[in-house]
């Protein structure tokens, strides 16, 4: 049985972003952008503002927390900067970029 | 308070006048006979950096690593005796490629083909049914050295059997640059790579110079680096070192950035830039002759190396390496923010890159007009050209002694 999708009180709002973005590693936070419709990213992007600070605030009051909630609240703030470049800096050319981006690889 | 956002002099034509002022020759960007000179004259008599000290910081650990333009995979080993050593990684019974992996811990290698077997100090150490060999001196079937040195915990390897430089004399002012930068003690790093349809040259040369950015980084660079006082975004200054080359970057104090950007440029300086004592950073971008650029600022040293893969595909291979392990959250996504704006960046410049190759290739042009700004890529062609001018004229007599 898979283990529930769930985020520490207070962070509800990401809940519905975790499946597409809480991804374990940085190459899989990237391409989890460059499937990303702008919509998609925006609506990420909106919802994780507000809680960037808190959530960062949250995760260092706990330094080597292992509850899976608090690890997947890690993943998303590192997830959310993908959404951040697309959306502040990109704009309009996001769609564009994720065909170039493709050649990229973290090893 | 704003700082002033009109403190910007270029420097003028005139300064960069030595350089030279007549269009270069599209030859070495495109012609496979001059790349197989580069090869010869650069790849395999020069210091190349290649790795970090701490990825073979522990007793018995190794990487490889491929060098294609010099034909070469080199092993880099740190031996049970606490010597970290370079050889070809290449068997000496019958020149088949020794280690097959990237990297791990080993005490010895053993061949696949014959399972000759070599301590990680490079000695021959077995050899299966040896004596059906004739007169076969364990002694003398050791791996190849290769010349290896390091500065500031960069490696360098030099496949020159008898280097005609120390690394120090070669990185002349540079050495002690690089040790007194906060990237000396850097052990940790993000990489990440990409390959490209150019000759390593039109790949190098995009980065020694800003006169693209206004419009290839319109989005991704925006106003930081460019501003009304310097609306091109120009190097403040150029230094050139011997075959080396530096340009110190401008940036835009004006500049008002996403609050998602504002928070990972406020956490990621937290502690460094304003608070950390000793941390220091540069904004010389340094170019490395051949092949490595290093810009060493504070949040994370970024460097990069092109490697040939042929005339006209490079490999090239980002890092940015880091103070100490992220501990916090914070310093986790301020890490994560600095690696991900520099791959977006590099994103856009792949694809010019590639373009303007293929009109390299075309052959519709067969000179480069380079203006003043672009002074990094003439130093550079001109250091190119100079070290395979030499390496022909010393072939050429060598030949013409022996005949």
Redesign the interface.
């Known amino acids: 049985m898979s283990e529930a999708v769930d985020l520490p009180a207070g962070f509800e709002a990401l809940l519905p972003f975790v499946a597409h973005w809480a991804k374990p590693t940085?190459q899989a936070r990237?391409e989890a952008r460059l499937v990303s419709s702008d919509a998609a990213l925006e609506a990420f992007?909106q919802a994780?503002?507000p809680l960037?600070?808190p959530?960062?605030a949250y995760?260092?009051a706990r330094?080597d927390d292992s509850d899976p909630r608090n690890q997947r609240l890690?993943l998303m703030?590192?997830a959310?900067?993908?959404a951040?470049?697309a959306?502040?800096?990109?704009?309009d050319?996001e769609q564009g970029?994720q065909v170039?981006?493709r050649?990229?690889?973290?090893? | 308070m704003n700082k002033p956002a009109g403190n910007f002099t270029a420097v003028p034509n005139e300064a960069l006048r030595h350089l030279g002022t007549d269009p270069v020759p599209v030859a070495p960007y495109v012609d496979p006979a001059y790349y197989a000179l580069e090869q010869e004259a650069i790849f395999k008599r020069h210091w190349l950096h290649i790795g970090r000290v701490s990825e073979v910081a522990e007793p018995k650990s190794y990487i490889v690593r491929p060098i294609e333009a010099a034909n070469a995979s080199i092993l880099i080993v740190h031996g049970s005796d606490g010597e970290i050593r370079a050889f070809h990684n290449v068997c000496t019974h019958r020149g088949t490629k020794l280690v097959w992996d990237d990297g791990g811990k080993a005490a010895s290698f053993s061949c696949h083909y014959h399972m000759w077997n070599f301590a990680n100090d490079g000695s021959l150490r077995a050899v299966p049914d040896q004596d059906r060999f004739f007169d076969l001196d364990k002694k003398d079937c050791g791996l190849k050295r290769v010349s290896l040195e390091s500065c500031a915990g960069f490696l360098f390897v030099n496949l020159d059997p008898a280097p005609a430089q120390s690394l120090r004399d070669f990185l002349g002012p540079l050495a002690e640059w690089m040790e007194g930068l906060a990237v000396a003690d850097a052990t940790e790093f993000?990489?990440?790579?990409?390959?490209?349809d150019a000759n390593w040259k039109t790949l190098f040369d995009n980065f020694q110079e800003v006169y693209h950015v206004r419009w290839v980084h319109?989005?991704?660079l925006?106003k930081r680096g460019t501003g009304p006082a310097n609306p091109f975004g120009y190097a403040s200054e150029y230094k050139f070192m011997g075959r080396h080359r530096a340009m110190t970057l401008w940036g835009n104090p004006d500049f008002q950035?996403?609050?998602?950007?504002a928070?990972?440029a406020r956490?990621t300086f937290v502690g460094r830039e304003d608070g950390g004592a000793g941390i220091v950073g540069s904004n010389d971008f340094t170019a490395f002759f051949p092949n490595t650029f290093l810009l060493p600022r504070k949040i994370g040293a970024f460097t990069q190396t092109v490697w040939p893969l042929g005339p006209e595909r490079t490999r090239s291979v980002i890092r940015m390496y880091w103070q100490g392990e992220a501990?916090?959250?914070?310093e986790?996504?301020a890490r994560?923010?600095a690696?991900?704006?520099l791959?977006?960046v590099?994103?856009?410049d792949?694809?010019l890159v590639e373009a303007g190759q293929a009109g390299l290739r075309s052959g519709a042009i067969d000179k480069i007009r380079f203006q003043s700004q672009e002074a990094m890529c003439r130093h550079f062609i001109n250091q190119v050209m100079d070290v395979v001018d030499n390496y022909v004229r010393a072939t050429d007599n060598s030949a013409g002694a022996t005949a």
Do not use: C, N, W
């Open positions: 940085r990237l992007y994780g503002l960037l600070e959530a960062l995760l260092d330094p890690m703030v590192l959310l900067v993908q951040a470049l959306v502040e800096r990109l704009g050319q970029h170039s981006h050649y990229f690889r973290y090893s | 993000t990489e990440y790579t990409y390959e490209v319109d989005r991704s925006g950035p996403g609050e998602i950007e928070a990972a956490l501990k916090t959250a914070a986790k996504f994560e923010y690696i991900g704006s791959m977006d590099h994103v856009e792949r694809a």
